[in-house]
């Protein structure tokens, strides 16, 4: 038997090339590590990928080659493996396509692979070399940024949207060719690293509530809404201004903070909704979905889970007009997302939670004809009818919204009155106050109004005078509330006496709140 020293020692013809970049995934809004592990190897040609990769990213074999004999380089005609890694993550998307075409010329040493390190690379790539923009790249930069890379390779379509952050080279590339010429000049090429303009959503609402005319109780409500993020039910009949008022809503609101527009500037980006034009949302988004939407349009969905319209009103308003024409099912599936803030999407592999702190505003007609109650046409419906019409909204929707208030239909008197009406601006300032009110108070804590309030935090900021605890005692029997419905209306109370810069809650704060909570056809 021969020994190991007498083993003939066999030098392999072809040498194993490897290569490593790194790159970005998205999971939701935020994105996490993909390391892009290239191995090219003597063999029959081939281009095998693994890493649970998706179908876009099958295909992106196709791409890259393409896009490398585009360019004027040779694709080696070897065996190359790709993987990405962390394997037991599902990949999705085009975004792989050039950090797998780097690391493949890496690989061949066609680019320096020493300067791979700590730099990340997100792209599509066209068939002749042009890359393209990518959905997430905000997120990208974040991560980026987070791991204390040296720099980021992203599309030159995509340079506004990245260079929303600050301090962090930014390497923006419209070709293969380029990306190679700028990753092997890596440290002799000046990066933007400058922080960008701030692009402002050009979308402005230029809708004021001067145009509103009469509706003094709806107007009272929504301004209390403002104050402190609570939820409204307009109850009304056609044309009675429902939805003219939701509107006018984002008019009265304060502006977003910074760190509130990456937020929503991050959802849009990982949905595809960001453009040079609007690299940047500064203005608070007002969504309002067709009654037909689906549950996973409304709340988010898909095999690899998107944002929905609730994570899209994020830090604004989600409008649902025409309340009582969605499914069922479709509405109820809002209720832990009103409660908790966000929205978490289960799926075999991993959950995945999308923020939706919104302020919800939803409108309906109190009858199938839409007349019932009105002060000049008759209703056509029957009692049984109409029931069936409003059992749509189930109870536990009802529970979660705080202002239920009728929009009735305008008198010849307030349609033909000239009189200049209360503008936004001025509403706003007292909105302002009260939120600043707001903010001092819950300073040491995390919420920022009370409509995000605890059971916990409701005992501690929410104190009663006595003819007020009275009062609320006696609407426990009279109305027969609930626990939630009990929590809900004190923390409407104390909306209102902060907009009275009261510390404590009075009796006709109770009063107001109990006023616009069980003054429609509804029952608490």
Same mark, same amino acid.
């Given at each position: 038997?021969?020994? &190991?020293?007498?083993?003939? @020692? ?20 935020t994105? %996490? ?10 063999g ?5 990928? *693994?890493?649970?990769? #998706? ?5 992106s ?7 490398i ?5 040779e ?26 075409? $780097? ?9 320096n692979?020493k ?18 923009? *990518?959905?997430? *790249? ?14 980021? &390779? ?37 990066p ?8 402002i ?6 809708? #004021? ?7 003094? &109780? ?33 008019? @009265?609101?304060?502006?977003?903070t ?27 988004? /007002?969504? +309002? ?5 689906s ?9 690899i ?9 994020h830090?604004?308003?989600l409008f649902? #007009? ?9 509405? #109820? ?11 978490? $999407?289960?799926?075999?592999?991993k959950?995945?939670? /999308? ?10 007609n ?5 007349? %019932?109650g009105?002060?000049?046409k008759?209703? +056509?419906?029957?009692?049984?009818s ?59 804590i ?32 009279t /109305? ?45």
């Amino acid at each position: 038997m021969e020994t &190991l020293e007498e083993i003939e @020692i066999i030098e392999p013809q072809t040498k194993h090339l490897f290569a490593k970049v790194n790159s970005c995934g998205l999971v939701g809004v935020t994105a %996490y590590q993909v390391e892009i592990e290239v191995d090219i190897s003597g063999g029959l040609p081939n281009f095998i990928l *693994v890493g649970l990769p #998706d179908a876009a990213i099958n295909e992106s074999r196709e791409r890259v080659r393409a896009a490398i004999k585009s360019s004027g380089l040779e694709f080696p005609s070897k065996k190359i493996v790709v993987n990405l890694a962390p394997a037991d993550t599902k990949k999705a998307g085009p975004t792989y396509d050039l950090p797998m075409a $780097i690391g493949i010329l890496a690989g061949n040493e066609i680019i320096n692979s020493k300067n791979l390190d700590d730099l990340y690379i997100v792209g599509e790539l066209g068939l002749s070399g042009k890359i393209r923009q *990518v959905n997430g *790249v905000l997120s990208f930069v974040i991560l980026a940024k987070s791991k204390g890379a040296k720099g980021i &390779l992203v599309p030159k379509e995509n340079i506004h949207e990245a260079l929303l952050i600050e301090d962090m080279n930014i390497y923006p590339v419209s070709d293969l060719p380029e990306a190679i010429y700028t990753i092997n000049n890596i440290n002799t090429i000046q990066p933007h690293s400058q922080k960008a303009p701030q692009r402002i959503d050009t979308t402005h609402n230029h809708l #004021d509530f001067s145009d509103v005319k009469g509706q003094t &109780l709806a107007k009272r409500a929504f301004e209390i809404a403002a104050c402190g993020q609570h939820h409204i039910l307009m109850l009304g009949p056609p044309g009675s201004g429902k939805s003219m008022l939701a509107q006018r809503l984002t008019s @009265i609101l304060p502006p977003l903070t910074y760190d509130e527009k990456i937020e929503v500037t991050q959802i849009y980006s990982a949905c595809g909704k960001l453009s040079k034009e609007r690299c940047l949302v500064s203005n608070r988004p /007002f969504r +309002s979905p067709h009654h037909n939407t689906s549950i996973a349009g409304l709340i988010g969905g898909g095999s690899i889970p998107q944002p929905g319209e609730i994570s899209l009103a994020h830090n604004g308003i989600l409008f649902l #007009d025409e309340l009582t024409e969605f499914q069922k099912n479709v509405l #109820d599936s809002l209720r832990q997302a009103l409660e908790s803030k966000e929205i978490t $999407i289960s799926r075999s592999r991993k959950s995945i939670t /999308f923020p939706c702190n919104l302020t919800l505003i939803t409108a309906c007609n109190p009858c199938p004809c839409g007349y %019932y109650g009105d002060s000049i046409k008759k209703c +056509s419906c029957n009692e049984k009818s109409i029931k069936k019409y409003l059992s749509k909204i189930s109870g536990p929707i009802l529970d979660r919204i705080d202002l239920q208030i009728e929009v009735k239909r305008l008198t010849e008197k307030e349609l033909t009155n000239k009189q200049e009406n209360e503008s936004s601006k001025t509403i706003k300032e007292r909105v302002i106050q009260a939120i600043e009110i707001q903010e001092k108070r819950y300073k040491d804590i995390k919420i920022k109004s009370n409509g995000n309030l605890t059971p916990k935090e409701i005992k501690s900021f929410c104190k009663l005078e006595n003819n007020a605890e009275l009062i609320l005692r006696e609407a426990i029997k009279t /109305f027969a509330l609930t626990g939630r419905s009990y929590d809900r209306v004190l923390k409407v109370s104390r909306t209102i006496a902060d907009l009275e810069r009261s510390d404590m809650i009075k009796d006709e704060h109770i009063l107001e709140a109990l006023q616009f909570r069980f003054n429609t056809i509804f029952k608490a």
